[in-house]
């Protein structure tokens, strides 16, 4: 990918660009530069450190970046499974991409509205803004002028990529858009304390809600269906006149971003003979949270009109919205979370609202201080009434993709093994001027590394290219300061760390890093599923470093779930993440299906055909938004902080296991949503 995608034909980034999108220091000789022991600097070790070393900073001109380092040099080496996790859209025809998103901070609301105003104009040719809050922008550019007039506004303080997607043609003029045999723990289910919900709503961002599951239809006196979905945004669904309506947010051509659906829409939908509407989750997860968090159960109603209680959700009378976030499953379009966050907030209006996402990555410095994470962070001021944001951990907790060093004048060796090419992202705790990167004989340094200095961490932070195979990189300071570094690569099949330099700690990916949200873990609480006519027990999900299954222990942390806290950055303490855990291993989630042609791939599926074995943090996230909407019913004023110091509160604190330390810590923030801590945070309002 190019960073001008604009044009048919290819070109180089000239030195402007590079110099504010990254800064490549020069390799120099450093006099009386440490070097490592002779035991670990032998000729035949592949880790030996060689070559002239980088010196992170120079006192003469320490360059500060704007734009994000490697934003397209790094984003067009990347392989597709990468790319994935990036936030890239693509669209389905593969034609050559239109729009480019970026994600603005000013140093001020002043100064951003002098550019981008409140009323969403641009005083900027070619840029088009999609949302603004406070001093926070995103903008879709038009063009490499647009972009780098953008970057020349004054009082900006730092642009992030987005994505850059290919604009479908805008919708004819004449259509106007439409407004295990353990005993399991017991849960929430059904609603508590005569709570159900009811007059919340309840907004599942993930791979698309199936409307047509009987988990989300009610029915009325007559027997006919009406859906619970408020409304559903499909951002991957091209916008045909007649089926749906265009988007709220649309491109900057007018070009629809996906087909937005209506109660009314898809009620008609549900009603009728003859297909229009494809399937709304071709992969399932969201599908699943959105049982967990608010189904009803009836996809299990018998004759008798009984329903098993473990397939309820939590809060069965929430209203619903569902908004795709990708391509078959993706979470492509989380780009453009800022936008949808801001839709839902107007379409809600008095409304409580209880935004869930499920969805995450390790792309960041995992300090929540990414544009992206700190606009976020701006629309959920803790004095919001009514508003909460619900985000899941990750699911990394036992997978090596993470190093933690501390180091000083004695050079630090960190390595690891790549199944293939890829990027470790690497994270100084400072902008001192004595950092020194030495490269390793199998891992080369030049063109490979890309730095910048952060100036709203005023850290240090590189991409280093690395090949496959064992590689690894040397760290010292040359001015004898205590030191630390922070590496990062995005998954454990690209590429895992050294037993020796691997933590297991800061692994709460982005958007959960986002200071203001509730950011969930998860324990588990149940290994039985009903499958084939009979109870069955679900196996182990986690493996040892040995290969062995790790024991599956009711009531125990998930195995899986990652630990905080967040990074610290300069002047700013390191924030607990997660806040609370949840119950999240196993659950009977709601099954998505395509209509004629059965269950998504991929699920194992209960004797029902209707319900699948859902777990992670993806399952504990919308279990807590649910418990949310039975607050917001006893009372719908409260604030995000209010609903925050009541989890992190009255959390049960005792008996955790493994607790590993005092509260808060990594594993379990505050402590644990169990149905006791329920009924406390209930009966507290």
């Not at 440490?34 to 030996?48: E, G, R």
């Not at 499974?81 to 034609?95: K, P």
């Not at 723990?185 to 007059?199: A, D």
């Not at 027990?537 to 967040?566: D, Q, W």
Request: one cysteine or more; charged letters at 15%; aromatic letters at 8%.
């Amino acid at each position: 990918m190019r960073k001008t995608p604009y044009t048919n034909s290819p070109r180089t980034i000239g030195p402007r660009h590079m110099a504010m999108s990254y800064f490549l220091l020069a390799a120099i000789l450093f006099l009386g530069l440490p070097v490592p022991s002779n035991s670990q600097n032998s000729a035949d070790n592949p880790l030996a450190a060689t070559g002239s070393p980088v010196v992170i900073a120079s006192a003469e001109d320490p360059m500060v970046s704007k734009m994000s380092i490697g934003s397209f040099s790094e984003l067009r080496s990347l392989s597709t499974d990468e790319q994935a996790s990036t936030g890239v859209a693509m669209n389905r025809n593969g034609d050559p991409v239109l729009f480019t998103l970026l994600h603005l901070e000013f140093e001020s609301p002043a100064a951003r509205t002098a550019i981008f105003t409140n009323q969403k104009t641009s005083r900027i040719a070619g840029a088009t803004v999609v949302t603004t809050s406070g001093r926070f922008a995103d903008v879709f550019v038009a063009s490499d002028d647009a972009w780098d007039a953008v970057e020349r506004s004054r009082g900006l303080v730092r642009v992030e990529y987005g994505a850059t997607v290919n604009a479908p043609p805008p919708p004819p003029a004449a259509q106007a858009p439409l407004t295990s045999q353990a005993i399991p723990e017991p849960i929430v289910r059904g609603g508590r304390s005569g709570l159900t919900g009811k007059n919340t709503i309840v907004a599942v961002l993930d791979t698309g809600v199936d409307f047509r599951h009987p988990d989300f239809i009610t029915y009325d006196s007559q027997g006919r269906p009406t859906s619970r979905l408020r409304y559903l945004w499909d951002t991957s669904m091209a916008y045909i006149p007649g089926r749906g309506s265009v988007s709220p947010v649309k491109f900057p051509n007018g070009g629809s971003i996906g087909t937005l659906f209506t109660r009314d829409q898809l009620t008609a939908e549900l009603r009728s003979s003859t297909v229009t509407i494809p399937g709304t989750d071709l992969q399932g997860h969201g599908t699943a949270c959105a049982g967990i968090a608010v189904g009803n159960g009836n996809g299990d109603q018998g004759t008798d009109g009984l329903k098993r209680p473990e397939v309820v959700g939590v809060a069965p009378e929430a209203d619903i919205v569902g908004i795709t976030m990708g391509f078959a499953g993706g979470f492509e379009n989380s780009y453009l979370m800022n936008p949808m966050v801001e839709w839902l907030d107007r379409v809600a209006g008095t409304t409580p609202l209880i935004i869930s996402g499920s969805f995450g990555g390790h792309y960041s410095g995992h300090d929540g201080q990414t544009v992206f994470e700190r606009h976020l962070n701006d629309r959920f001021p803790l004095t919001k009434a009514g508003r909460a944001l619900v985000l899941a951990a990750g699911n990394e907790g036992s997978d090596g993709i993470h190093a933690h060093i501390r180091f000083s004048k004695e050079p630090q060796l960190v390595s690891w093994n790549a199944n293939r090419a890829t990027k470790v992202r690497i994270y100084m705790g400072s902008a001192d001027k004595g950092l020194v990167l030495l490269a390793s004989k199998a891992t080369p340094l030049g063109d490979n590394l890309k730095v910048e200095l952060n100036p709203l961490t005023n850290q240090y932070s590189a991409t280093l290219t690395v090949a496959q195979g064992i590689g690894g990189v040397w760290f010292t300071n040359t001015d004898d300061k205590p030191s630390e570094a922070h590496l990062y690569v995005n998954n454990r099949d690209l590429a895992t760390f050294s037993p020796e330099n691997v933590s297991y700690s800061h692994l709460v990916g982005a958007p959960g890093n986002t200071e203001n949200a509730i950011t969930v873990g998860s324990y588990s609480w149940n290994d039985n599923f009903h499958q084939r006519g009979s109870l069955t027990t679900l196996g182990a999900v986690c493996r040892s470093t040995a290969g062995s299954a790790v024991p599956f222990e009711i009531g125990f942390l998930s195995c899986y779930s990652s630990p905080g806290p967040n990074r610290a950055v300069a002047g700013k303490a390191s924030v607990v993440k997660p806040e609370i855990v949840a119950p999240g291993e196993w659950y009977s989630a709601s099954l998505a299906k395509v209509p004629k042609m059965g269950p998504v791939q991929g699920w194992r599926y209960d004797s029902t055909g209707n319900y699948a074995a859902m777990n992670g943090t993806s399952s504990a996230t919308p279990y807590t938004s649910g418990v949310i909407a039975l607050m917001f019913q006893k009372n719908p004023k409260l604030t995000l902080g209010d609903v925050r110091t009541l989890l992190m509160r009255h959390t049960t604190k005792s008996g955790l296991q493994p607790l590993a330390s005092a509260l808060p810590n990594n594993n379990w923030g505050y402590g644990k949503l169990d149905l006791a801590a329920v009924d406390r945070i209930l009966g507290a309002l």
